[in-house]
C-alpha cells in the first residue's frame, strides 16, 4: 500500500491525482492541504479519509475544522500546516501539486523526512534548484517529475546513461495566440488567454503557457532534473501535444514519448514508478493521427521564453526575480487589472532592476521574492 500526502489537493494535478488514487486500490491519502476552498477539503476528507488536512489561510482551516468535526481528521493551517504535513511519518511520496514559491520549504522538510517528492511545483526546482537536488541526493531521496514534459524526458532516459545525453528537445503547444505576432496581443483578453488548444489546466498555467513563461520555467527546472546546461537544451513547438518531449543522444538517436494530453499519466508514473500501471482513457490512434508538425518558438512576440532563458544565464537569485515577477503579473492579469503584454513589461523591469545574489540561501531567496513584489506593487 503506497502512502501520500499531497500538497495542492483541490488545483488541477491534486484533482488528478485524486482521480489515480480512485482508480487503483493500493494508494492511501493521508495528508492533503490546500490554500482555503474548504468546500472541496470537506468533500475530499470525506471520500479519502486523511489523517491530516493542511489549509493556508487561518479563517478557511477554523471553518474547516468546524465542517469536519465529526471526523477523526486533524486540520493545521499556514506554513506549519503545511511543513506538518510534507513529514508525516507515515508517508511514502509527497505530491507537491501547490503552484507558486509556498511550495519551496514543505518541499524541503518532505526531503529531510526521507519523502519521495512527485514534483509538479516548477517553482521549486526554478528558484531553489541548488538547494534541492543536492539535499534530495543527500537524504537519497528521488525527484520524480510530474510534468509531462519532464516526465516524457525522465520515461525516455529510463535505462539510459546521462553521458551519452547530446541534447534534451522540451516541446510546447504554442498556447492559444501560436501565430499571432505582438501587436495582435495588444488587446487580447483574459477569455482569450484561458482557452488553451489541448491542456485543461489551473489558470496560472494556462496563461504561462500563452506568454510562453512556462515554458522557460520548464528549460530552468529541466537543467537541475537531468543535470544539463542551457546550451543543450531545446524548445520546439509541436502544435499537437502528441510528443512531450524527446531526448537527443549523442549517436543522433532521438526518443521521444508520445501519447494523448492526459496529465494523469504522469501523474502515475510517479507515484508507481518504475512499475507501469493500467490507465483508463483514450488511446493515440495512429490511423487517424494525420500528422505530427514542429515549428521554431516565436522569441520575438512571446519573450517569456527569452527572459526565462536570460534570468537562468544571470543564476543566482534572477530566477527567483523572473518566477515571482511572473506571479504577481498573472495575478494581475487574472484580475483583469493589467493587459497581456504587461506581464512581459513587469517581468522585464523587475529583472532590469535586480542586482543577482549568488548562490542565495532559503531565506534570501523569499525575500528577494517578497522584494520583488513589493517593487512591483509600488508602481502597477
Wanted: glycine residues 8%; negative net charge; hydrophobic residues 45%.
Amino acid at each position: 500500500m503506497k502512502k501520500i500526502a499531497i500538497l495542492g489537493s483541490t488545483g488541477s494535478i491534486g484533482t488528478q491525482t485524486l482521480d489515480v488514487v480512485r482508480a487503483n486500490q493500493d494508494i492511501q491519502v493521508l495528508g492533503i492541504s490546500a490554500g482555503r476552498n474548504v468546500k472541496m477539503l470537506e468533500k475530499q476528507v470525506r471520500e479519502f479519509h486523511p489523517s491530516l488536512v493542511a489549509v493556508w489561510d487561518e479563517t478557511a482551516a477554523a471553518d474547516l475544522a468546524v465542517r469536519i468535526s465529526d471526523t477523526q481528521t486533524k486540520v493545521v493551517s499556514g506554513m506549519e500546516g503545511l511543513v506538518e504535513l510534507a513529514r508525516m511519518p507515515e508517508t511514502d511520496i509527497l505530491v507537491t501539486a501547490v503552484v507558486g514559491m509556498i511550495g519551496i520549504r514543505p518541499t524541503m522538510e518532505g526531503i529531510r523526512a526521507g519523502k519521495d517528492i512527485a514534483l509538479a511545483n516548477k517553482e521549486t526546482l526554478v528558484t531553489a534548484g541548488h538547494l534541492i537536488m543536492p539535499m534530495a541526493k543527500e537524504y537519497g531521496v528521488q525527484i520524480l517529475p510530474v510534468d509531462s514534459e519532464h516526465s516524457a524526458i525522465f520515461q525516455a532516459l529510463h535505462g539510459e546513461k546521462q553521458k551519452e545525453v547530446h541534447k534534451l528537445l522540451i516541446t510546447a503547444s504554442g498556447g492559444p495566440f501560436r501565430g499571432r505576432k505582438r501587436e495582435e496581443l495588444a488587446h487580447v483578453t483574459l477569455a482569450d488567454t484561458l482557452k488553451h488548444p489541448n491542456w485543461v489546466m489551473g489558470q496560472k498555467i494556462t496563461v504561462d503557457s500563452a506568454t510562453l513563461v512556462n515554458k522557460g520555467l520548464e528549460v530552468m527546472e529541466a537543467g537541475w532534473l537531468f543535470d544539463m546546461d542551457l546550451d543543450h537544451i531545446q524548445v520546439v513547438v509541436q502544435p499537437q501535444s502528441i510528443i512531450h518531449s524527446m531526448v537527443e543522444f549523442k549517436d543522433g538517436a532521438v526518443m521521444a514519448q508520445l501519447g494523448t494530453p492526459d496529465m494523469r499519466l504522469p501523474i502515475q508514473y510517479a507515484l508507481y514508478y518504475p512499475e507501469r500501471r493500467y490507465l483508463d482513457g483514450e488511446r493515440l490512434d495512429f490511423r487517424k493521427l494525420k500528422q505530427i508538425t514542429f515549428e521554431e518558438p516565436d522569441m520575438e512576440t512571446f519573450l517569456g521564453l527569452p527572459m526565462a532563458m536570460e534570468a537562468a544565464k544571470k543564476g543566482g537569485s534572477m530566477p527567483t526575480v523572473f518566477n515571482a515577477a511572473n506571479e504577481l503579473a498573472v495575478k494581475k492579469f487574472l484580475q483583469e487589472k493589467i493587459g497581456f503584454l504587461d506581464i512581459y513589461e513587469i517581468i522585464g523591469q523587475s529583472m532590469a532592476r535586480h542586482t543577482v545574489i549568488q548562490d542565495p540561501g532559503l531565506e534570501e531567496i523569499l525575500a528577494v521574492e517578497n522584494e520583488t513584489y513589493r517593487w512591483i506593487e509600488s508602481r502597477w
